[in-house]
């Protein structure tokens, strides 16, 4: 059996990072033909391709082991990367529209309607009652749209599902592009007529529509989910009040823990109901860091024909196959093995951004914002860490919020004020 889609896979990433559905490949049966016999050496260089398999010839369990280890090693050091520059991306994107579009930072009345509470109040109890308030009614909604998309996906709507996901992104690729657009065409006093911009947004929107819903190169989808995920986290640092916003972070993050290892969690259930069908989930809700690939096989009509087959028709069929199947058999084993990706939810990226973005906006020094930057890559390493030793599902949210929350607070309150006093007094360290 190929190690693909053998059960004893020891290498199997799942994270809230979302493990990527691999299709089974069929069994691999060299040609004499075509193939000379492989010696033990190579066989054995095959095990350590494949982690789990058994041993070739009689090799030890200890070499097993051992290939075992090094593909761990492999694995998760690329899939760090892999995760890295994504999230990296996304929140430089973010910091960078703060610090320079003034739209975001500025004070105003309007709020979400998620948030209807104001803390625009002299008595710091009644603010922080109404951000509390605040918070339960977003964690809430959260719930609710969470669990009511599970009881779809359980019950196959996914026409509803799908046009529900469709108006999401039309919305956010059109009407906040636009929006971001047009701020930063201020901000940069840019002189452009409605026509040019109506232009670039429908091409920008179109694009984005046919890569995310249906088609196109893995990069560009990929861009673009990062792209809506910067948005959506600008519009949550605009419009959400500053208590608010902090108690919301640590709010979902101890949600997304009992979401995902809850037995009865609606996160594991759409994944677990996911890995059972056998189906990618949808990929407006997933960012995904590697291809996702199909092997070729026969058509339902052409699998179950009815009727028996003269000798003629057989042998056409016969010679008609015999070419494809050689040349899948000459195809070099690494083509055949593609890279295993992870899957991380958009709403980590909108969640990691918002919190570096809010630092970035609410502490105004770099060194708060570098700060959470580096305790949200040192999460999501323990994170993966913690995925390669328990090798099950994880939430990717609670160490990075946790750490990102931490370095926040005790570099805003603690270290910027000892960095002030050292300048005034022109003490260098």
């Known amino acids: 059996m190929n190690a693909s889609?053998?059960?004893?896979?020891?290498?199997?990433?799942?994270?809230?990072?979302?493990?990527?559905?691999?299709?089974?490949?069929?069994?691999?049966?060299p040609d004499p033909d075509l193939n000379p016999p492989l010696d033990p050496s190579t066989k054995r260089s095959g095990v350590s391709r494949?982690?789990?398999?058994?041993?070739v010839d009689g090799?030890?369990?200890?070499?097993?082991?051992?290939?075992?280890?090094?593909?761990?090693?492999?694995?998760?050091a690329k899939h760090v990367i892999m995760l890295f520059i994504p999230v990296t991306v996304c929140m430089l994107v973010v910091v960078a529209t703060i610090k320079s579009v003034s739209f975001y930072t500025e004070k105003t009345n309007q709020t979400l309607i998620y948030t209807p509470f104001t803390e625009n109040t002299a008595s710091v109890g009644r603010r922080l009652l109404n951000s509390v308030l605040n918070t339960i009614i977003m964690i809430s909604v959260i719930v609710v749209m969470t669990i009511f998309l599970v009881v779809l996906y359980k019950y196959r709507c996914y026409k509803f599902i799908h046009g529900w996901l469709?108006?999401?992104?039309?919305?956010?690729?059109?009407?906040?592009?636009?929006?971001?657009?047009?701020?930063?065409?201020?901000?940069?006093?840019?002189?452009?007529?409605?026509?040019?911009?109506?232009?670039?947004?429908?091409?920008?929107?179109?694009?984005?529509?046919i890569c995310i819903h249906w088609k196109g190169p893995l990069q560009l989808q990929q861009a673009y989910l990062i792209l809506?995920?910067?948005?959506?986290?600008?519009?949550?640092?605009?419009?959400?009040?500053?208590?608010?916003a902090w108690l919301i972070l640590g709010a979902i993050s101890i949600y997304d823990l009992v979401a995902v290892l809850s037995p009865?969690?609606?996160l594991r259930m759409l994944v677990e109901t996911a890995q059972e069908r056998n189906e990618p989930i949808f990929p407006a809700l997933i960012y995904s860091s590697a291809m996702m690939w199909t092997v070729g096989m026969a058509s339902p009509p052409d699998a179950q024909r009815s009727g028996p087959e003269t000798d003629e028709e057989a042998e056409q069929t016969t010679r008609g196959a015999e070419p494809e199947s050689r040349q899948s058999q000459l195809f070099p084993e690494d083509d055949l093995e593609e890279d295993r990706g992870v899957k991380l939810g958009l709403g980590d990226f909108i969640f990691y951004s918002v919190l570096v973005g809010k630092a970035a906006a609410t502490g105004g020094d770099w060194n708060t914002t570098l700060a959470c930057f580096v305790a949200i890559l040192i999460g999501l390493c323990l994170t993966l860490l913690l995925l390669a030793i328990f090798k099950k599902a994880l939430?990717?949210?609670?160490?990075?919020?946790?750490?990102?929350?931490?370095?926040?607070?005790?570099?805003d309150f603690l270290v910027q004020?000892?960095?002030?006093?050292?300048?005034?007094?022109q003490f260098y360290i």
């Open 395 to 411: 939430p990717a949210l609670p160490i990075s919020i946790t750490f990102g929350l931490v370095f926040y607070f005790s570099t």
């Open 166 to 209: 469709i108006l999401s992104s039309l919305m956010l690729l059109f009407w906040l592009s636009s929006m971001y657009l047009s701020q930063v065409f201020k901000t940069y006093n840019l002189a452009v007529d409605y026509p040019t911009v109506g232009v670039i947004i429908w091409n920008f929107g179109a694009v984005g529509m």
């Open 228 to 244: 809506i995920s910067a948005l959506m986290a600008l519009v949550f640092i605009k419009f959400l009040p500053e208590w608010s």
């Open 5 to 29: 889609d053998s059960e004893e896979d020891s290498y199997d990433e799942r994270t809230a990072l979302v493990p990527s559905e691999n299709p089974a490949l069929p069994s691999y049966k």
């Open 264 to 266: 009865k969690g609606p």
């Open 417 to 425: 004020p000892f960095m002030d006093n050292l300048a005034a007094h």
């Open 50 to 55: 494949r982690a789990g398999t058994a041993p």
């Open 59 to 76: 090799g030890s369990d200890q070499e097993v082991d051992v290939d075992e280890e090094e593909l761990t090693l492999k694995y998760g």
